[in-house]
């Protein structure tokens, strides 16, 4: 069955829009259920299979899905409130430890490019975006060129990562937390995935001392790491992925959130 067929059977009220997949409640068997239609194969086969390998191992709290089709996933529909971060680290953790030793969830997922050399291949072109914006700071390109070169360390630790860990796709009901939208699971390291908790915070007062002794709390032992490593792992982290969104707001975003992105960026090189 594809997804026109089944919009034919069933009522669907539209929740949410985004580049791979469009989200809609469904009301079937007297329950609502969520369906998610994707216009590419490949995202609904990317969901698909994280969601089956996920359950399976019981790594994460995850909802059930009920059917499969063509180009769409049935699945159970959660409604909670966010957790804290503690109790996210806490619950998402689990999937990192037990991953972490595996060579198996690299045959399944993509690995993720966390190296000097990538960020290295995105400043041949930062530059010029921001020149073409007139944003263009040589103060801040100067500052990254020195992060990179003598602070960036983002852990060679691999494990399975969420891939895009925030407030929406983390939900608290009252017995348990469940995690949503899997389809960006990945390879990378546990504080890649840590670093959407910071960046979606709007009070960055202290955040990154209190993520990084939670993240310890919970992975300091298992990855035999110090307190210390992880708030460098956390901040070299958080600082890849504001790199990315600057670059990714000279080419598409307007110049009140380019402004907003640069400054965050700022922000992180300053801590």
């Given at each position: ?33 969520i ?90 072109y ?32 691999q ?13 608290k ?24 908790l ?5 009070n960055k ?22 307190m ?16 990315y969104?600057v ?25």
């Open positions: 069955m594809d997804f026109e067929q089944y919009k034919g059977k069933y009522q669907l009220t539209p929740l949410e829009e985004t580049e791979q997949s469009w989200t809609f409640f469904v009301e079937k068997n007297g329950e609502t259920r369906c998610k239609r994707y216009p590419r194969q490949l995202d609904r086969f990317r969901e698909e299979m994280a969601y089956l390998y996920i359950g399976e191992r019981n790594l994460l709290n995850i909802p059930n899905l009920f059917f499969i089709g063509e180009d769409f996933i049935e699945m159970e529909f959660i409604n909670g409130e966010t957790p804290t971060t503690k109790d996210t680290i806490q619950n998402i953790s689990l999937m990192y430890t037990k991953t972490k030793d595996l060579s198996h969830p690299k045959g399944y997922f993509p690995k993720i490019d966390l190296s000097k050399s990538k960020i290295y291949k995105r400043l041949e930062l530059p010029r975006e921001l020149e073409k914006r007139k944003f263009l700071d040589q103060q801040l390109i100067h500052d990254i060129l020195s992060f990179t070169e003598s602070s960036y360390d983002p852990s060679k630790h494990c399975l990562v969420h891939g895009d860990l925030k407030s929406p796709h983390i939900i009901t009252k017995n348990r937390i469940y995690f949503i939208d899997l389809a960006l699971i990945s390879v990378a390291n546990p504080w890649y995935d840590l670093a959407f910071f960046m979606e915070e709007k007062n202290g955040l990154l001392e209190r993520l990084s002794y939670e993240s310890y709390e919970f992975l300091g032992e298992s990855f035999n790491v110090h210390e490593e992880v708030q460098n792992y956390l901040k070299s982290n958080i600082f890849y992925r504001l790199l969104n670059i990714f707001a000279a080419r598409h975003r307007s110049d009140k959130s380019l402004i907003r992105t640069i400054n965050e960026l700022q922000q992180i090189l300053n801590e």
